[in-house]
């Protein structure tokens, strides 16, 4: 089955911790992508990769870092810089850049206290 | 970067036909349109894409006026399953490497009652 996963489902960190969170594809997308959704809200872009070793910020990307080693994996650092960071977060791919059909993971929550 | 407006909500009932509309009165001459559906505590699911006039598939169709200024999607004959929060999205799919087209609003939440 081709897709998109993200581990864990839920995850709890203390206040000042880094934590990161896994996304991969078997999609063969070179497009990836981090966004972020808070309650209520919309969805967020956080950094974004079109293909491996290369990646930029999107509109909020203070506090959080990627790598994109593998064409399959472009794992999010959630850092202790991040001031707000209990959100939902989300992993996308598509085909390509730009406004592709992208195709999402079904997003990871985390929880810092 | 064109900017998209949508009503904040909406409610319908089962059976209809549901349009919800989005203003995008910046719109680019290489931009396309893009609406996605989100469930609660899941990822948005793409629904359809369009640039212009009409788009149907086999969930919904997108309707695309000649000034392109706003576009509907049309629901037909919605379900309880239908309620879900839709976003409309606007850019260029080869906008040079930046993330146009990348934005999600805040979108329309839609209710749909029995």
């Known amino acids: 089955d081709g897709g998109i996963t993200q581990s864990p489902k839920y995850l709890f960190r203390k206040e000042g911790q880094n934590v990161t969170l896994s996304c991969e594809q078997n999609l063969n997308h070179d497009a990836m992508y981090w966004y972020r959704q808070d309650p209520g809200q919309g969805l967020r872009l956080i950094y974004y990769?079109?293909?491996?070793?290369?990646?930029q910020k999107g509109d909020i990307a203070e506090g959080y870092s990627v790598s994109r080693e593998k064409k399959e994996s472009f794992p999010l650092t959630v850092t202790s810089a991040q001031k707000n960071p209990t959100a939902f977060y989300l992993c996308?791919?598509?085909?390509?850049?730009?406004?592709?059909?992208?195709?999402f993971g079904p997003g990871t929550r985390l929880t810092v206290t | 970067l064109a900017k998209t407006t949508q009503p904040i909500s909406m409610d319908s009932y089962e059976g209809q036909e549901v349009n919800i509309t989005c203003s995008h009165n910046n719109i680019a001459t290489n931009d396309y349109i893009t609406w996605y559906q989100q469930f609660p505590s899941q990822g948005p699911r793409f629904i359809i894409q369009?640039?212009?006039t009409k788009v149907t598939n086999e969930v919904a169709s997108l309707f695309i006026p000649a000034d392109r200024k706003s576009s509907t999607l049309s629901l037909p004959r919605v379900s309880l399953s239908d309620t879900a929060v839709y976003y409309c999205?606007?850019?260029?799919?080869?906008?040079?490497?930046?993330?146009?087209?990348?934005?999600f609003g805040k979108g329309t939440h839609l209710i749909i009652q029995p």
């Open positions: 990769s079109q293909i491996v070793n290369d990646f």
């Open positions: 996308a791919s598509s085909i390509g850049r730009g406004n592709y059909e992208q195709y």
């Open positions: 999205l606007v850019g260029d799919p080869d906008s040079g490497g930046g993330a146009d087209g990348l934005t």
């Open positions: 369009g640039y212009k």
